[in-house]
């Protein structure tokens, strides 16, 4: 059995469960190891682990990432997870699971330099990288075992060392013959996790598992699906493709091909992004204007981070509202030029929820840009109607430059400490 030692880079025929060359037991084992070369890479606990790394008081104690006591869980690392804390939840509810947390306010400037650093990473082993968010991304290595030297699941193994020697982040690696299952594999060992799914053992991998394993198949999928009697893969495999896609549209045909672990997709490193966009979907449905106010602020920050990093801006705000009975409330504005502040894409937000009458509750909200242009073209003009608009992108661009060089502590904005 074709074996891999990740610590020490050490390739071999499997038969002790320890690395013969230097001891470590963390070595990867599959027959198809050294054959497939589809990726998916997540840093674990990417904005807590930053913080930990940053600040070695916080090492060993659990860490949330989010707003004050008003506020959500951006992020919590693996000790606040093991106490039932999860993203997007209230942060009273988060600190009720783990009182002894420690919480940190979102420093946003420095998670986008440190995704900066492991894209450079990526970009020594391939030209064809695909990110999903400033944490991950798919990565496809074939023919470039001749370039170095290596396959690719070495290449794998190596880029993640560097990242833990280099930056002090670990990550996940999924391996497999397509993205999908790369994606699936990179959760099925996290952190510093390492998992193969091979061809020849597709089918009986999938057929047993929920089908809450698909990637997009949330909350509401899966209660559609059990009123169809569908709730494994294995359910799935005994539909007909036609009364799928008759009951589930194009979803269906989509949940066809996956159920038999095909996917076509490649790794697209040239695509044009037609809108960027955060959403979260609430542990319990709310209808507290609060509440929902503190969110579109986190949504709006991440949106602008994500912005800044792929140096784009968007004319178009969107909110994007759930109803407890997943009826979907879609809100637009354009503004007079593009934007990429997160000032200006809250206040945008902020405007249509005003505007929404409904009282809820919602399950889901989210905010986003929309016609996408260049970052060179965000943010120039004033707006007449808001004189301060300027001199706020202005501040919120200098505390950006602030918190890049001496952390998020050194500047606060007040509405991030609701």
């Known amino acids: ?100 947390a420690v919480v940190v306010k979102p420093r946003f400037a420095a998670y986008v330099e440190a995704s900066r650093a492991i894209r450079a990473m990526m970009e020594e082993l391939t030209d064809r990288i695909e990110p999903l968010s400033l944490d991950e991304a798919f990565l496809d290595l074939s023919g470039t075992e001749r370039l170095h030297g290596a396959a690719p699941a070495t290449m794998l193994a190596r880029l993640t060392r560097r990242m833990q020697a280099e930056l002090g982040l670990t990550g996940s690696i999924g391996l497999s013959h397509n993205k999908f299952l790369a994606k699936v594999a990179s959760d099925l060992d996290k952190p510093r996790g390492f998992s193969v799914i091979g061809r020849a053992e597709t089918q009986g991998f999938l057929e047993p598992q929920p089908v809450r394993l698909i990637w997009g198949i949330g909350p509401a999928g899966q209660e559609a699906l059990g009123r169809a009697g569908i709730r494994t893969i294995g359910d799935l495999l005994r539909w007909d493709r036609r009364d799928l896609h008759a009951r589930f549209g194009h979803m269906g045909e989509r949940l066809w091909h996956l159920a038999r672990g095909q996917d076509v997709r490649a790794v697209n490193s040239d695509r044009d992004t037609k809108s960027i966009s955060n959403e979260t979907t609430f542990h319990q449905d709310t209808a507290d204007r609060d509440l929902l106010d503190g969110h579109v602020w986190r949504l709006a920050e991440k949106v602008s981070s994500r912005a800044k990093a792929q140096e784009l ?74 004189p301060d608009a300027a001199r706020r992108a202005r501040a919120e661009r200098a505390a950006d430059a602030i918190r890049a060089k001496f952390g998020d502590g050194a500047i606060l904005k007040g509405r991030a400490l609701r």
Do not use: W
């Open 313 to 386: 801006a968007g004319r178009v705000v969107v909110l994007k509202l759930k109803r407890s009975d997943h009826h979907l409330l879609t809100r637009r504005v354009a503004l007079r030029e593009p934007t990429q502040i997160a000032d200006a894409i809250y206040r945008a937000a902020r405007g249509l929820l005003d505007q929404v009458s409904e009282l809820g509750p919602f399950r889901l909200l989210g905010v986003g840009l929309a016609e996408i242009t260049g970052g060179d073209l965000a943010d120039r003009e004033g707006d007449m109607l808001d």
């Open 1 to 100: 059995m074709p074996a891999l030692c990740r610590d020490c880079l050490h390739r071999f025929d499997s038969g002790d469960r320890r690395c013969p060359a230097c001891r470590s037991p963390r070595v990867t084992t599959h027959p198809e190891l050294f054959d497939l070369s589809i990726a998916h890479m997540d840093c674990d606990a990417f904005f807590a682990a930053v913080e930990k790394r940053d600040n070695p008081d916080l090492r060993d104690v659990p860490v949330i990432v989010g707003g004050g006591k008003r506020g959500v869980v951006s992020t919590a690392c693996y000790l606040a997870r093991i106490r039932g804390v999860r993203s997007a939840m209230p942060m009273f509810e988060a600190l009720r699971l783990c009182p002894e």
